[in-house]
């Protein structure tokens, strides 16, 4: 199935088109990566920016500058924006400038679509962010959109569930299209126990949105009638349950945690090796290990709902089924351990990214793990220690695989080093302020504090003063961080076809910045 | 053209583009319309007709090049896999609806009626509700109502949509063998039965409004009713239209026995939206 | 300008006197007052302290390694990347260790589920934002919200310091009592969305879901007063609606229990005699703070598009009989609720009353908890 060897068209010399045009109408997967990439960015900032709001109330104890309502509308949308805006483009993007290069493809497998892909986000996001306008403001029932309370939302209900649509569709488009490239394009005698573990875990990952994206259109479309054509799914009135809604959503929602973070891996199983110098330890295992989270992904989601009041065997089933995730990432961690160990480590940006992130997603896992235990859940559940789990896995993990990735690849996608000394300041500035900003919050929960309020009694005000100074830090050095990004590309010193000493694998075969068409004649894999 | 071995990547990709926008003003106008407004109705339409013209000149341009000779192998296996895992999320899309409707009728009514872990719900909120099938829930939502039986127009809808299938199966085989008669007559009742069976539904959905008082507003079971059928309804339009151009294609001669992926993606979803409605048969109507 | 300066002096003393700072606050999960509450705390620190044994054991690897390892210090990488051995080690070990952890949990979760043989029921109803309590058998019921001075406190600019407020946003007008050392049933379910009611010395939460009723209980060990807080996002004011439960000897709770019947029946007769207007103008503007504030706002110009303005309102400046409808009755599809079943008489015709003559509005009529007695 695999015959790609050679790619040729007639427009093969020419570069891209210029002007705005190029990047409306181009079905190049580095353009398009780009696209993602940037975009995800500005989401990045425009959700950390309503994260700032929130820290800023939660500043001190006594309302100070927004109205609760508004207050709810800035947790639920940031919530979806970097979710959905930033971290899930973001991953799209890398899959679009690696994944062909990394199999010695010539571009994605299905480029028009892969437009369409991409340019249905901004319009997504546009009428997702266009609801603050609207009478009724956004959307400020969590992202966790529950009804009944959703169902009280004002003129923007509508529009948030039609940007959601959206948005799977986007997503459903762009996971065919990697599974395709993968199945289809892959160079000669690159099999599959070959690939890179990011083309993995992308691969693995895209049968995940594939599976759960329509579940989640078709939870919101359900929401969408039950206000506007009187079905009765989620009213106990009329025979339905508000409670299964939460099961829609979660059937969607635990692997969506698990799409924002097996692409992480990936990343972090490229860069270890490089700066070890070491091969990656337990390939195949690291592979088997991915599957069973993506299996176990689809059979733990009620975890979410411990107090709903199931009967209990669902609460026991749900338990151990979410503890058992534990093993399988737990290879994952120790592979990562064994690769640095008795290696011959350096530690540039993208490899204290990635250090970072195995220790930090580690602290989330545990957290995580701590919340599987269905008794103490009773106390954990929807208080600040939540946040606290799911920021280390989501902030630590997710995003610090992204600036992994970001400072790993710039040299190639730009051709210039980045500022060494800058991506080093970056990354302690972050480091320290994102545990200044979340450690916290696990004091809070446990001490007794409920998420997504705007205000708080006494008790909680001097961890929240901590947390949102390290929100403020961590806020800036994000600023700091675009501005380190923004330099690379403008200029710097010329990057070599290897970049990193340590690297292996086709990406770093090419040229940096590599040719408009990556592998014009198909590579030669060992 | 391109030479023997090389993937061919389409340029200056401008129907997406029109896409994006078209889906943004008809599901935007929705929006607005849902909301109250009195103009929307427009908007939606103008999205639709460009949504429309997309479609026109995406799967042209495609169609072209696909007549030109254009896809290989590799291109061809390429729609192939994405045509495939296309209907599988569309298998996880009514998964869901078939999820609730089995989470409703094993959980939620019993739960209200009393059962399990729905004592005191059941003694304290719903003392006199008792679990039925169908059932428009303890608060008696929508007023009395009618069921749907199954062995009236359902059972003739089953007949049309599977003998469709074989029609279908039937044309392709016409396809293989380069009988391009058979490929014609048997699209064109493939297309035949598929719009019989949208106006059967359209018959039984104004029967189940005006005589039966089964509608949306039923309770859970008019909502799962209306909703599971009402989208595999959508379904078999959709994929009776996309039939329809099967038909014109095949009428203008393209297609060769061994090069007509556009016609088999079309029977693939064909067959898909056929064993939904045998779901839906079992499930809806039947049980 | 003032706010800033607030902020900065803040930081101020906190880096001054961090650590020796104010007030108690907790680190940890509260051991709390019940059996259920000391098993989960346990439950708690065995899992910590799991995951910090297995913490230490897998950074003190990484951090060997990153010392000893590196290449300025001429680390040579070596080249071994497989072995079966130490799959099957680091699969096998995490998968005892968890069944270690889940048999307790087990154990624990299945007491929590055992509802039966309770003494006493009390069914709790979440509202927007509020809760009510209702002693099953008892002819007793409540409503408990806010308490007036965290509220006047919490309000958007009110200007007044959180930390001279006793017990900010964790106090009520009418606390739940309950009786010490019987296992207490409770019955949770809500009005308009999902609530969650959740107390963390008693160990558990639980969400109180509309037209479902879910079941848990307590036996608490020590009389005292114990504080919680709604737990489920329930919209604008999740964060004001607390719970605050004492728990009283039984002989205090048996008098407390007559003296809430005596109150209720003399709130009764008070309710038929006639009031002078500006009394009840008085009584509602206590009934508006608490009830309908949230929504209508203090000035009762409401949120343009959300929320209509009292002020000027049509209805409540026209026909009065409207007016006290949509009030007993609520509007169908909006969160304008019932206030029949939340409110007395009295507080009914107060509000409406005061809603007529204040507020910018001046129509001059009144009506008497009498004539809302009649229409119930
Ligand atoms: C990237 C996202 C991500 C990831 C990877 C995870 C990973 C995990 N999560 Fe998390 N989670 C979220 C994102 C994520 N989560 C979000 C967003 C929410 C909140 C949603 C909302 O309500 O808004 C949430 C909420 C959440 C809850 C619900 C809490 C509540 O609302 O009450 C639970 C409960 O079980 C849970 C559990 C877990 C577990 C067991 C893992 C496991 O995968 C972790 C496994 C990892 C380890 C355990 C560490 C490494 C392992 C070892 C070193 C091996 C040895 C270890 C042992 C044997 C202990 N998560
Ligand atoms: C990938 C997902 C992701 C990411 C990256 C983040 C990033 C951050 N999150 Fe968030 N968060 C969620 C996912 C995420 N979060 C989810 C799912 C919820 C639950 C929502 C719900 O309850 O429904 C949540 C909820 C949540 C809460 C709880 C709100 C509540 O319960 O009411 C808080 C509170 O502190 C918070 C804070 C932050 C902060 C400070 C960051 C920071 O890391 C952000 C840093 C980035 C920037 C700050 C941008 C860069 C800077 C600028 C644009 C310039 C302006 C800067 C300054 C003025 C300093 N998040
Ligand atoms: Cu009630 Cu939150
Ligand atoms: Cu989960």
Known sequence: MTTVTETHDDHHDHGPAKGLMRWVTTTNHKDIGTLYLIFALIMFMIGGAMAMVIRLELFQPGMQFIDPSFFNQMTTVHALVMIFGGVMPAFVGLANWMLPIMIGGPDMALPRMNNWSFWILPFAFAMLLGTFFMDGGAPASGWTIYPPLVLQGGNGFPFMIFAIHMMGISSVMGAINVIVTILNMRAPGMTLMKMPLFVWTWFITAYLLIAVMPVLAGGVTMLLTDKFYDTTFFNAAGGGDPVLFQHIFWFFGHPEVYILILPAFGVVSEIIPTFARKPLFGYSSMVYATSSIAFLSFIVWAHHMFTVGMPLQGELFFMYATMLIAVPTGVKVFNWVSTMWKGSMTFETPMLFAIGFVIMFTIGGFSGLMLAIAPADFQYHDTYFVVAHFHYVLVTGAIYAIMASAYYWLPKWTGNMYNERHGQIHFWISTVSVNVLFFPQHFLGLAGMPRRIPDYSIQFAEFNMWSSIGGFVFGLSQVFFCYIVYKTIKGGEKATDQVWEGANGLEWTLSSPPPYHSFTTAPVIK | MSSENAYYIPHDAKWPIVGSVGLTLLLGGFANELNGSTSASSVMAVGFLVLVYMMFGWFGEVIAESETGTYRHVEDASFRMGMAWFIFSEVMFFAVFFGALFYIRVFSVPWLAGEGVGVSTNEFLWPNFEATWPTNGPGDVGGEYQKMGAWGLPAINTLLLLTSGVTCTWAHWGLIANKRKQLIVGLALTVLLGFAFVGLQALEYSHGYQELNLTLGSGVYGSTFYMLTGFHGFHVTVGAIMLTVMLFRSMKGHFTPENHFAFEASAWYWHFVDVVWLGLFIFVYWL | ?376
């Open chain 3, 1 to 376: 300008m003032n706010k800033l300066k607030q902020i900065f002096a803040s930081v101020a003393a906190l880096t001054l006197m961090s650590g020796v700072a104010h007030a108690e606050y907790g680190l940890n999960m509260p051991v709390g007052v019940t059996e259920t509450s000391r098993q989960v705390y346990d439950l708690h620190m065995l899992i910590l302290w799991v995951c910090v044994a297995i913490g230490v054991v897998v950074f003190g690897a990484m951090i060997y390694s990153m010392v000893y390892h590196r290449k300025s210090q001429g680390a040579v990488a070596s080249q071994f990347h497989e072995s079966m051995t130490a799959e099957l080690v680091w699969t096998v070990i995490p998968f005892i260790i968890l069944v270690v952890m889940a048999i307790p949990a087990t154990k624990v979760l299945i007491e929590m589920h055992d509802s039966s043989e309770a003494d006493m029921t009390v069914k709790i109803t979440g509202y927007q934002w509020k809760w009510h309590y209702e002693y099953i058998g008892e002819d007793l019921d409540f409503f408990s919200s806010l308490d007036a001075a965290s509220n006047e406190a919490r309000q958007v600019g009110s200007g007044i310091d959180p930390s001279t407020v006793a017990d900010y946003l964790l106090n009520v007008d009418h606390p739940l009592v309950i009786p010490v050392g019987k296992k207490v049933r409770f019955l949770l379910t809500a009005e308009d969305v999902i609530h969650a009611w959740w107390v963390p010395d008693f160990g558990w939460k639980k969400d109180a879901i509309p037209g479902l009723i879910n079941e848990a209980w307590v036996i608490v060990d020590e009389p005292g007063v114990y504080r919680g807080q709604c737990a489920e996002l329930c919209g604008r004011d999740h964060g004001f609606m607390p719970i605050v439960v004492e728990v009283k000897s039984e002989a205090d709770y048996a008098t407390w229990l007559v003296a809430q019947k005596v109150a209720k029946q003399v709130a009764k007769l008070a309710a038929i005699e006639d009031l002078d207007p500006r009394e009840l103008k008085r009584a509602g503007k206590k009934v508006y703070r608490a009830n309908c504030i949230a929504c209508h706002q203090k000035k009762g110009e409401g949120l343009p598009g959300v929320f209509p303005a009292i002020n000027g309102s049509a209805v409540a400046t026209g026909d009065i009989n409207k007016h006290i409808d949509i009030v007993m009755n609520g509007k169908k599809g909006t969160t304008m609720a019932a206030y029949k079943d939340q409110l007395t008489d009295l507080e009914l015709a107060a509000v409406v009353t005061y809603q007529r003559n204040s507020l910018g509005n001046k129509v001059g009529d009144a009506v008497q908890p009498a004539e809302i007695a009649a229409l119930r």
